[in-house]
């Protein structure tokens, strides 16, 4: 039986049944598994379960740092059409009316990214 130790099940070797055997060496990180663990539906196959979570992990990483990137790209194309707008507002107003309209659809995108970020 695991018990539950911060969110994590854990269980020590005389809690669990000790079983004889095959054990495969990772070539890329040593990580050891039993040879029972082969791809289900490529027989003789593995693929690393430590490898894969360190993938996982990198393309998640990746991801966040993407949508942080294309968030800031946002906001600075946001604070210079405002201050574009501020400048212009006072000298031509068929100028200033569709900047208005590319800073509406530019915060619209902001906030999904940010929503998508903050999930
Ligand atoms: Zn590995």
Known sequence: MTIQVNGESIFTKETANVKMAEV???PDCAFEFGVIHEQSDR????TCPNCEAA???ALYLQQQKEI???ADLHLKAILELQRIQSLVSKVDDS????IGVALVELEEKFQKIHDEWSK
């Open 24 to 26: 495969i060496e990772c």
């Open 43 to 46: 027989k003789g196959l593995y």
């Open 55 to 57: 993938n996982y992990e």
């Open 68 to 70: 942080r990137e294309a």
């Open 95 to 98: 100028v200033h009316r569709p």
